[in-house]
């Protein structure tokens, strides 16, 4: 088969994953996208970033000779797992196929392995399974032989370093293209596929349960969930937002910020980056998420990869998910990116920057945590203090910001504050500690209040009186609609109104979407230093609805949430932005980011934290101006 010239919607995919590694799935029963073995490494199947020849793997109903559709579909995660079910009807009978990783055992461990479950339920369906390994992203066409193990024959396909050993119905060895089964399910019969990575040098490994190991997934996955304190309004939502937070939680300690690279910001554009990697900031701030819902370990292990991989003298933006360093990026040339996408690219030359708002992402996660009930460490107290040591030396430089913009560093107003969040948690964590080193408080009181005073001073439009992008700019930046949430100002402080309500009126657009800055591609003056525009950034959605509610707005932000919360796919994921135009995502997929905003919009609107006035102001008008974009 092939792909549509039209690649599915970036929407139209699920997420399976176990803690090593995850995987993409369309509706249609194609898995598009998987790395193997790690969230970092090249990928086997790259059809999300090209087309069929790129590799793909498909497990579904066989279609009529003329291609023509016969079947129904629906699908849904397995209660809070992440277990996918699928559930397919046709003229002659019904079936499941239930597609998982095998969860992570007590140690941690978790065989790299992709299962299908095939059941009939009513009648017969013909099944066909089409497989077609590509690894080196697609490049690379592995040798395929069959071997014999306890009487039945597996396909072992090889290609450098990696053996992909896939045990089921007997398939096809096709050389050029897909190696493919035919097999029948009838009602209350199963069929079982499994798909194992392991070193090429390393014998093959022995058949397993797959049965057993869906039940163990199905119980783990269970079994963490059950941690969930939240009990507030769009718990089932919250739930689903934190499974998939904990997907994207690597075994190897760091978490990444998307599993995919290069699903692009605008269709057609150059906007196209690779998350998959432990960015401390988006991971901090998923941090901060989960423990207020209850998960702890999750802190612990933040906490403990960051002493032993982050230089607090010289710390990074991100690391490789096992603490590596030196990540470059560079362009991947044969493949034509989604719908046209390109560049494509592997490695994030963001690496390299200097985003000062960093630091503070990180102590308010673990003022966070140790709120929550994780103990006090001192090497984390030692690694703050070197830390304050640096950023106060060099808050007062410019920088790339939390927008990471390849174009000229600058005075972000973001950035400052954020140096200020660092100096507040840290003063408030060490107020907790015995002995109290009064001389070092005092100190550190004073560095944070003197941040405070230069951001108001100089982050300040006298004329809106709002707070803009960057010191003597006119721009907006929705990064500052967090400045209620953070602390730096209350939601009642005039100049917060003022500053959330121009955000709103100038970024924002008539359904509450909200761009991070605007783009000004004709002029060429984008701040970003790139070309063209992007789509609405769907974290600044749910702080918009955050900010509204803290300034009074509580009947405008309930609104907008429950808009936000339409947006999810019927599997409850959302990519990082989303075109109005088109009523797509986009972006890479799944995001951290807009999953823990989902959730911390929902823990917000529960349990109304903010500063707000006695009176719930009305909600105000909508306000469009980004319509002249």
């Not at 002659?92 to 007590?106: E, I, K």
């Not at 978490?255 to 692009?264: D, E, G, I, N, Q």
Request: charged share 20%.
């Amino acid at each position: 088969m092939s792909l549509p010239m039209s690649a599915p919607p970036i929407e139209d995919h699920a997420l399976i994953g176990n803690g090593r590694t995850a995987a993409l799935v369309t509706r249609d029963a194609m898995l598009t996208w998987l790395c193997w073995p790690r969230f970092d490494s090249a990928a086997v199947f790259s059809a999300l970033l090209g087309d069929d020849e790129h590799g793909f793997w498909r497990v579904a109903p066989a279609r009529d000779s003329d291609g023509a559709p016969t079947l129904r579909t629906r699908r849904r995660y397995a209660g809070n797992s992440a277990v996918l079910e699928q559930e397919w009807s046709t003229p002659l009978g019904s079936a499941r196929v239930t597609l998982f990783m095998p969860a992570p055992d007590a140690t941690g461990y978790a065989p790299a392995r992709i299962v299908w479950v095939v059941e009939g339920l009513t009648g017969k369906v013909d099944f066909a399974s089409e497989f077609h390994p590509r690894p080196g992203y697609g490049s690379l066409r592995p040798v395929f032989h069959r071997v014999e193990h306890s009487g039945q024959a597996r396909l072992v396909a090889t290609s450098g370093h990696d053996s992909f050993c896939l045990d089921g119905p007997l398939h096809s060895v096709g050389q050029q293209g897909p190696c493919r089964a035919d097999f029948t399910v009838a009602a209350g019969q199963k069929t079982v596929l499994a798909l194992s990575w392991q070193p090429a040098d390393l014998p093959l490994p022995a058949p397993t349960d797959s049965l057993a190991e869906l039940a163990d997934a199905l119980r783990f996955w269970e079994s963490w969930a059950s941690a969930c304190t939240y009990q507030g309004p769009h718990r089932a939502v919250v739930l689903r937002a934190l499974v998939t937070l904990k997907l994207m939680c690597s075994a190897d300690g760091g978490m990444v910020a998307a599993p995919t690279t290069s699903l692009p910001e605008v269709l057609g554009g150059e906007r196209n980056w690779d998350y998959r990697f432990a960015w401390l900031r988006d991971w901090s701030l998923a941090v901060k998420t989960m423990v207020r819902c209850g998960f702890l370990d999750e802190a612990r292990t933040f906490r403990e990869w960051l002493l032993a991989h982050v230089d607090p003298v010289d710390p990074g933006v991100l690391y490789g998910i096992g603490g590596e360093t030196g990540v470059e990026e560079y362009v991947l040339d044969h493949l034509p990116g989604y719908e046209g996408s390109r560049p494509v690219r592997v490695g994030n030359g963001a690496a390299d920057q200097l985003q000062l708002d960093v630091p503070g992402e990180v102590a308010d996660a673990l003022l966070a945590a140790e709120d929550a009930g994780l103990a006090p460490d001192p090497d984390a107290d030692r690694w703050l203090l070197l830390q304050a040591d640096v950023l106060e030396q060099r808050w007062r430089d410019p920088d790339e910001g939390i927008w990471e913009v390849r174009g000229p560093r600058r005075h972000f107003t973001h950035s400052k504050i954020l140096a200020w969040v660092f100096f507040d948690r840290l003063v408030t964590l060490l107020e907790r500690r015995t002995p109290v080193d009064s001389e070092r408080l005092e100190h550190l009181r004073a560095v944070r209040e003197e941040i405070h005073a230069d951001v108001c001073a100089r982050g300040l439009d006298p004329q809106r009186g709002a707070f803009t992008q960057y010191y003597g700019g006119e721009d907006l930046d929705a990064s500052l609609l967090l400045i209620p949430a953070l602390g730096f100002l209350p939601g009642d402080d005039k100049r917060t109104i003022a500053t959330v309500e121009a955000v709103q009126r100038e970024q924002a657009t008539p359904d509450g979407l909200v761009h991070r800055y605007l783009t000004h591609a004709a002029s060429g003056a984008n701040v970003d230093g790139l070309a063209g525009r992007e789509g609405a950034f769907l974290p600044c959605a749910f702080w918009l609805a955050d900010a509204l509610h803290a300034i009074g707005y509580r009947d405008a932000a309930s609104e907008l949430l429950d808009r936000l919360l339409v947006l999810r796919n019927d599997v409850g994921l959302l990519a990082e932005e989303y075109d109005p135009v088109s009523d797509r995502q986009l972006g890479n997929y799944p995001q951290a980011f807009s999953m823990l905003a989902l959730v911390d919009s929902c823990l917000a609107q529960q349990h109304q934290a903010v500063a707000l006035p006695t009176q719930p102001r009305p909600a105000p008008a909508v306000l469009t101006a980004v319509e002249a974009q």
